[in-house]
């Protein structure tokens, strides 16, 4: 009787040992699968590195949380001789506040940006219920814009209101 029984608990054994063995396998190729993983995680923060350096350029610490009733504005312009002639970007969240001027050939990031920026948009008068035709013509006013044949503002006010406008 002992005979009988000895068969199905070998049997059990290696089907167990052959489980175990496809087990340490899986596990082998996780583990692969993970440090690969880890490496692309650091290929990933190498370059959010890089690219935080670059933020870094147009970062703001000078009246980085003073409020101008919007949190963020983007103005482009072309002109009939010029294209790109103005590009203006403001964004302040919680990752901290960042300023890019570029206007007539003269451009300025961060601080700088922002001793040009700030009376500018200090002045600008606009809410989200402002129309298309009088939002264009009050940043044509306030930033000095003249002939320009595109004109796109983006601008996400304090109460988180998104509108675009454009001529």
């Known amino acids: 009787m002992k005979k009988t029984y000895l068969v199905p608990v070998l ?51 000078e009246n980085a949380d003073k409020d101008y009733r919007f949190v963020s504005l983007s103005v482009e312009a072309d002109t ?19 300023a890019d001027y570029k206007m007539d050939g003269e451009r300025s990031q961060g601080n700088e940006a922002m001793k040009i920026l700030d009376p500018k948009l200090d002045e600008l008068n606009m809410d989200a219920n402002t129309s298309n035709d009088d939002a264009i013509a009050e940043i044509e006013k306030v930033f000095d814009i003249k002939d320009a044949t595109r004109l796109e503002v983006e601008i996400e006010f304090a109460n988180g209101t998104e509108k675009e406008f454009m001529k």
């Open 80 to 98: 009939a001789d010029m294209m790109d002639m103005v590009d203006i970007s403001y964004d302040r969240d919680n990752d901290g506040t960042e």
């Open 11 to 61: 049997g059990l054994a290696l089907f167990a040992a052959g489980c175990g063995n496809s087990d340490n396998q899986e596990t082998e190729k996780v583990e692969e699968t993970t440090t690969t993983d880890d490496n692309s995680m650091n290929d990933d923060s190498t370059m959010k590195d890089d690219s935080s350096g670059t933020q870094d350029q147009d970062m703001v610490t």
